[in-house]
């Protein structure tokens, strides 16, 4: 049961315009929700998060938007680079719990920036 | 200098051979992860530590067992190898709980058997 849903599996965006991925979740203890970003053959790497008490955070050419009544969240780039284009994971934690159960990863969404 | 370092970045080994994957950070982080990666692409958390004692333990095959000698390191040991055991396997590390502080992942260790 994914309870982190990524459906895109892969866009792709002109460089210079605006990217944005998509992240759904289910399970309604998830308060806090980060997405991560992965070159081929290298780990995640953190670029963004945003709690439940937020409905937007911004930094940089990134900004997080939560929709708490849809549990869908999403990740704006703009504008798009080159460098950009990378794997994109949303994932998802309950701080509430403690969060103690780690976190629950989507699928991620391969971006890919055409110049 | 690399903060979260994994060894070895490629592993190929036969049905039924144990095998050790050790991690190392260098972020003075207290808490440490191991997370599989298949061949769908999904990255499930398997254990997390902090300060040495395990505080996740997800629903693996006990033929896996972490061992955690330090703050810095925590290794994965597989015993007994299975086909499907091939996955990507990535180290990362926290500074507290996994809820409140970003991850720092290691480069990841694509294990194949065969």
């Known amino acids: 049961d994914q309870q982190v849903k990524q459906n895109s599996p892969s866009l792709s965006v002109q460089e210079g315009r605006i990217s944005i991925l998509n992240c759904d979740y289910t399970?309604?203890?998830?308060?806090?929700f980060l997405w991560y970003k992965k070159y081929p053959a290298e780990g995640p790497t953190f670029l963004i998060s945003?709690?439940?008490?937020?409905d937007k955070n911004e930094d940089g050419r990134f900004t997080v938007f939560l929709n708490k009544s849809a549990k869908h969240l999403s990740l704006h780039i703009v504008p798009s680079q080159p460098g950009d284009s990378a794997v994109y994971f949303c994932?998802?934690?309950?701080?509430?719990?403690?969060?103690?159960?780690?976190?629950?990863f989507g699928k991620g969404t391969h971006l890919i920036i055409q110049p | 200098d690399t903060a979260v370092s994994q060894t070895p970045k490629y592993l190929v080994t036969q049905m039924g051979n144990d095998k050790s994957i050790k991690c190392e950070q260098n972020?003075?982080?207290?808490?440490m992860y191991w997370y599989k990666q298949d061949s769908k692409k999904f990255l499930k958390i398997m254990f997390s530590?902090?300060?040495?004692?395990?505080?996740i333990n997800e629903t693996v095959p006990n033929r896996f067992s972490p061992k955690s000698p330090d703050k810095a390191h925590l290794n994965l040991h597989i015993n007994s190898l299975e086909l499907g055991d091939s996955a990507v396997y990535f180290c990362?590390?926290?500074?507290?709980?996994?809820?409140?502080?970003?991850?720092?992942f290691g480069p990841g260790t694509r294990l194949t058997v065969l």
């Open positions: 990362a590390s926290s500074r507290g709980l996994p809820a409140y502080n970003e991850q720092f």
């Open positions: 399970n309604s203890m998830f308060d806090y």
């Open positions: 945003i709690s439940s008490i937020k």
């Open positions: 994932a998802a934690s309950a701080l509430s719990g403690g969060g103690a159960d780690g976190l629950t």
């Open positions: 972020l003075g982080h207290d808490t």
């Open positions: 530590y902090n300060n040495k004692e395990l505080i």
